[in-house]
C-alpha cells in the first residue's frame, strides 16, 4: 500500500479531516470538482481560501480572515489531497470514470521516471488512490485527467521523453566552469545553472542537480548555499517584499521557490507582531463599542503639517479638545490594542495564515490613526505650553531651535497619549503638558541667544510626526514617498492604496475587505499595492 503523501498546506489538512466523514457520493463529486480545479491554477497567482474550498466542496465557508494560497503550493497538494479524499470515500476502480494508469503505465507511456512523475503530480497531475480487488491499493491516474495534463506540458513532457545522460566528461566540464564563475562572480545556484545550461545545451534543471550532486558528493563544494536562510537574509527578503519588489525575483535570488519566500515574509511579519508584547486580555478603558462610532471612523489620516507656518496656524484655530471625542478615540486604540494582541497569540507558530497577519497589521495602522488624531487634538495646548516653558514666542527661536521645539512637544504628547486611560476619567491635556515641560528642559537650558538669525516660520520644514506615533509603523507605513506620488497613479491604484492605508478618512482596511468593497480579488489589490511600491523606487532611481 502507498504512503498517503503529506499536505503542506494546513488548511487543506484540516478540509480533509473535516470531509472524512462526508457521505461517499458527496465524496465522489468533490473528487470531480477538484480534478476540475488543478488545471486552473496558475503557479505563480494567489488564491483565497474559501474560493479554493468552494470549488472543490461546492460551498463557501464563512472565514473571518481566509488565508491566500501561493498557486504553485496549491498543485503541490491538491493530489494529496485527491488522495485523501479516495481514502475516505473507499475509492474502487468502478467508481473511476472512464479509463485509468497505474504508475507503471504512465511511466511507460511518458518514458519517464517515478521521480519524475512524483514531480508531475507536484505541478496538478492528480491521482486518485482505489482499492482493487484482494485488498490492495494503487495510484490510479484517470487518462482523462493525463490527457489534460499532456495538452499543457506538451514541452517540458518532450524534454523527458528526449532525456538523455550528460556524459561524465561534459560533466567535470559544467563543474569546473562553475568553479570559476562562483569564485569570479559570485552567482547563485540557480543564476550559475541557468548560464551554464545556455552555454552547454542543457536544461537549466539538469545542471543544478548536477551541481548539487557535485555538492552533496564532495568535500569541497561549489554553491555553499541551500540550508537554513540566516537572519540577515531572511530580514533581507522581508525588507525587499515590503518595498514591492516581486516575489519571484526574489525566489530566484535566494535559489528557494515562491511558497518559501511567502512563508519567509509571513514568519517574519510574525515574529514582529510577537515582539510588540501587545495586551492580550481587555485593558482598562478599552471599549469595543467605541470602534462603532463615527468619530473614530471619519477625518482619519490627514498629513502632518509640513513647515512651521502651518503648525502655527493650525494651533491658532484648533477647538477646545471635546473630552467625548478624546475618550472615545482613546477606548477604541485600547479595545483594538487588545484584540490584535489576541489575535497575535493566536497565531501559529510555523505557518501563520497571511489573512490573520494583515487584519493584525491592518488594527495596528488604525490605531496608529487614532492616537494622530489625539495629538491632533492637542495642537494648541502644545503651543501653549512650548512657549509657556520656553518664556518666548516659538516663532522668535531660530530654525533649529523651534524645529526641536516642535519635535520635542509633539513627541511628549504622543508619549502622553499612547499611555493615556480614559477610565481614570482625566483629560489627556493634562499629562501632555507635564511632558512637554519636562522634554523641553535641555532647550531652557541653551535658550536661542538674543539676536540669533531667524527665518520666516514659512521656510523652517518640520519633521513629520505622525510618522513617529507606534513602534510598528517602522515596518507597516510605506515609504513617505508613496502618498507624495499618489497624483501618479491611475484611479483604482489611487483608490487601493489611500483605503488601504487610511489615507482617505476611514479606517484601513484589509486586502480582503478592500477586494469586497471594490468588487475585485484580493490577489488583485495585493498585486495593486505591490506595483504601487515598486513604482516609488522606481521614481527614486530615474531621480
Same mark, same amino acid.
Given at each position: 500500500?502507498?504512503?498517503?503523501?503529506?499536505?503542506?498546506?494546513?488548511?487543506?489538512?484540516?478540509?480533509?479531516?473535516?470531509?472524512?466523514?462526508?457521505?461517499?457520493?458527496?465524496?465522489?463529486?468533490?473528487?470531480?470538482?477538484?480534478?476540475?480545479?488543478?488545471?486552473?491554477?496558475?503557479?505563480?497567482?494567489?488564491?483565497?481560501?474559501?474560493?479554493?474550498?468552494?470549488?472543490?466542496?461546492?460551498?463557501?465557508?464563512?472565514?473571518?480572515?481566509?488565508?491566500?494560497?501561493?498557486?504553485?503550493?496549491?498543485?503541490?497538494?491538491?493530489?494529496?489531497?485527491?488522495?485523501?479524499?479516495?481514502?475516505?470515500?473507499?475509492?474502487?476502480?468502478?467508481?473511476?470514470e472512464g479509463e485509468s494508469l497505474r504508475v507503471e503505465d504512465l511511466q511507460n507511456r511518458w518514458s519517464v521516471s517515478r521521480r519524475t512523475l512524483e514531480r508531475y503530480r507536484r505541478q496538478g497531475?492528480?491521482?486518485?488512490?482505489?482499492?482493487?480487488?484482494?485488498?490492495?491499493?494503487?495510484?490510479?491516474?484517470?487518462?482523462?485527467?493525463?490527457?489534460?495534463?499532456?495538452?499543457?506540458?506538451?514541452?517540458?513532457?518532450?524534454?523527458?521523453?528526449?532525456?538523455?545522460?550528460?556524459?561524465?566528461?561534459?560533466?567535470?566540464?559544467?563543474?569546473?566552469?562553475?568553479?570559476?564563475?562562483?569564485?569570479?562572480?559570485?552567482?547563485?545556484?540557480?543564476?550559475?545553472?541557468?548560464?551554464?545550461?545556455?552555454?552547454?545545451?542543457?536544461?537549466?534543471?539538469?545542471?543544478?542537480?548536477?551541481?548539487?550532486?557535485?555538492?552533496?558528493?564532495?568535500?569541497?563544494?561549489?554553491?555553499?548555499?541551500?540550508?537554513?536562510?540566516?537572519?540577515?537574509?531572511?530580514?533581507?527578503?522581508?525588507?525587499?517584499?515590503?518595498?514591492?519588489?516581486?516575489?519571484?525575483?526574489?525566489?530566484?535570488?535566494?535559489?528557494?521557490?515562491?511558497?518559501?519566500?511567502?512563508?519567509?515574509?509571513?514568519?517574519?511579519?510574525?515574529?514582529?507582531?510577537?515582539?510588540?508584547?501587545?495586551?492580550?486580555?481587555?485593558?482598562?478603558?478599552?471599549?469595543?463599542?467605541?470602534?462603532?462610532?463615527?468619530?473614530?471612523?471619519?477625518?482619519?489620516?490627514?498629513?502632518?503639517?509640513?513647515?512651521?507656518?502651518?503648525?502655527?496656524?493650525?494651533?491658532?484655530?484648533?477647538?477646545?479638545?471635546?473630552?467625548?471625542?478624546?475618550?472615545?478615540?482613546?477606548?477604541?486604540?485600547?479595545?483594538?490594542?487588545?484584540?490584535?494582541?489576541?489575535?497575535?497569540?493566536?497565531?501559529?507558530?510555523?505557518?501563520?495564515?497571511?489573512?490573520?497577519?494583515?487584519?493584525?497589521?491592518?488594527?495596528?495602522?488604525?490605531?496608529?490613526?487614532?492616537?494622530?488624531?489625539?495629538?491632533?487634538?492637542?495642537?494648541?495646548? *502644545?503651543?501653549? %505650553? $512650548?512657549?509657556? #516653558? =520656553?518664556?518666548?514666542?516659538?516663532?522668535?527661536?531660530? &530654525?533649529?531651535? +523651534?524645529? !526641536? /521645539?516642535?519635535?520635542?512637544?509633539?513627541?511628549?504628547?504622543?508619549?502622553?497619549?499612547?499611555?493615556?486611560?480614559?477610565?481614570?476619567?482625566?483629560?489627556?491635556?493634562?499629562? *501632555?503638558?507635564? %511632558? $512637554?515641560?519636562? #522634554? =523641553?528642559?535641555?532647550?531652557?537650558?541653551?535658550?536661542? &541667544?538674543?539676536? +540669533?538669525? !531667524? /527665518?520666516?516660520?514659512?521656510?523652517?520644514?518640520?519633521?513629520?510626526?505622525?510618522?513617529?506615533?507606534?513602534?510598528?509603523?517602522?515596518?507597516?507605513?510605506?515609504?513617505?514617498?508613496?502618498?507624495?506620488?499618489?497624483?501618479?497613479?491611475?484611479?483604482?491604484?489611487?483608490?487601493?492604496?489611500?483605503?488601504?492605508?487610511?489615507?482617505?478618512?476611514?479606517?484601513?482596511?484589509?486586502?480582503?475587505?478592500?477586494?469586497?468593497?471594490?468588487?475585485?480579488?484580493?490577489?488583485?489589490?495585493?498585486?495593486?499595492?505591490?506595483?504601487?511600491?515598486?513604482?516609488?523606487?522606481?521614481?527614486?532611481?530615474?531621480?
Amino acid at each position: 500500500m502507498p504512503r498517503l503523501s503529506a499536505l503542506r498546506i494546513g488548511a487543506l489538512e484540516e478540509l480533509s479531516g473535516q470531509l472524512r466523514f462526508a457521505p461517499r457520493a458527496r465524496l465522489l463529486g468533490q473528487l470531480e470538482r477538484l480534478r476540475e480545479l488543478a488545471p486552473e491554477i496558475d503557479p505563480d497567482r494567489n488564491y483565497p481560501e474559501d474560493w479554493v474550498v468552494f470549488r472543490i466542496t461546492g460551498y463557501r465557508p464563512d472565514l473571518q480572515n481566509p488565508s491566500t494560497f501561493v498557486g504553485a503550493a496549491l498543485l503541490g497538494d491538491l493530489s494529496s489531497l485527491a488522495e485523501r479524499l479516495s481514502a475516505h470515500a473507499a475509492l474502487t476502480p468502478d467508481d473511476v470514470e472512464g479509463e485509468s494508469l497505474r504508475v507503471e503505465d504512465l511511466q511507460n507511456r511518458w518514458s519517464v521516471s517515478r521521480r519524475t512523475l512524483e514531480r508531475y503530480r507536484r505541478q496538478g497531475l492528480i491521482a486518485l488512490r482505489v482499492r482493487e480487488t484482494g485488498g490492495r491499493v494503487h495510484l490510479r491516474f484517470p487518462v482523462a485527467v493525463v490527457e489534460s495534463f499532456e495538452r499543457r506540458r506538451t514541452a517540458s513532457l518532450d524534454k523527458a521523453r528526449g532525456f538523455t545522460r550528460t556524459p561524465d566528461a561534459q560533466e567535470r566540464r559544467l563543474v569546473r566552469t562553475a568553479r570559476r564563475c562562483r569564485l569570479r562572480y559570485g552567482w547563485t545556484l540557480n543564476e550559475t545553472a541557468a548560464r551554464l545550461a545556455r552555454r552547454s545545451g542543457r536544461a537549466h534543471e539538469t545542471v543544478r542537480q548536477i551541481l548539487l550532486r557535485h555538492d552533496g558528493e564532495e568535500g569541497s563544494p561549489i554553491i555553499q548555499e541551500g540550508g537554513p536562510l540566516t537572519a540577515h537574509e531572511r530580514r533581507v527578503i522581508f525588507r525587499a517584499a515590503r518595498a514591492g519588489v516581486s516575489i519571484a525575483k526574489i525566489a530566484e535570488r535566494y535559489g528557494r521557490s515562491r511558497a518559501s519566500v511567502h512563508r519567509v515574509v509571513n514568519e517574519r511579519r510574525a515574529e514582529l507582531l510577537r515582539r510588540l508584547e501587545l495586551p492580550t486580555d481587555p485593558a482598562p478603558g478599552a471599549d469595543e463599542a467605541a470602534l462603532e462610532l463615527d468619530v473614530v471612523r471619519t477625518g482619519l489620516g490627514e498629513s502632518a503639517e509640513q513647515t512651521l507656518e502651518s503648525f502655527l496656524q493650525l494651533a491658532a484655530m484648533a477647538p477646545i479638545p471635546n473630552r467625548f471625542v478624546e475618550h472615545a478615540l482613546a477606548r477604541a486604540q485600547r479595545a483594538l490594542l487588545a484584540t490584535t494582541g489576541a489575535g497575535v497569540g493566536a497565531l501559529s507558530r510555523h505557518n501563520p495564515r497571511a489573512a490573520d497577519l494583515d487584519r493584525a497589521e491592518t488594527n495596528l495602522r488604525w490605531v496608529a490613526l487614532l492616537r494622530a488624531e489625539l495629538v491632533r487634538m492637542q495642537r494648541r495646548h *502644545a503651543l501653549q %505650553a $512650548i512657549e509657556s #516653558a =520656553l518664556g518666548r514666542p516659538l516663532a522668535e527661536l531660530s &530654525p533649529d531651535d +523651534a524645529r !526641536r /521645539a516642535h519635535a520635542m512637544a509633539m513627541d511628549a504628547i504622543i508619549h502622553a497619549a499612547t499611555a493615556f486611560d480614559p477610565a481614570r476619567g482625566g483629560r489627556l491635556a493634562a499629562s *501632555a503638558g507635564l %511632558a $512637554i515641560n519636562r #522634554a =523641553l528642559a535641555p532647550l531652557r537650558k541653551s535658550p536661542t &541667544p538674543p539676536g +540669533a538669525a !531667524r /527665518a520666516t516660520p514659512s521656510s523652517i520644514v518640520l519633521t513629520d510626526w505622525t510618522r513617529r506615533l507606534a513602534p510598528w509603523q517602522a515596518w507597516l507605513d510605506p515609504d513617505p514617498r508613496l502618498r507624495r506620488r499618489l497624483d501618479r497613479l491611475d484611479s483604482l491604484a489611487r483608490t487601493v492604496i489611500e483605503r488601504r492605508y487610511g489615507w482617505a478618512g476611514a479606517p484601513p482596511k484589509t486586502a480582503q475587505e478592500l477586494a469586497a468593497a471594490l468588487a475585485i480579488t484580493p490577489i488583485r489589490v495585493v498585486s495593486i499595492e505591490r506595483a504601487a511600491l515598486r513604482s516609488v523606487r522606481a521614481g527614486a532611481d530615474r531621480s
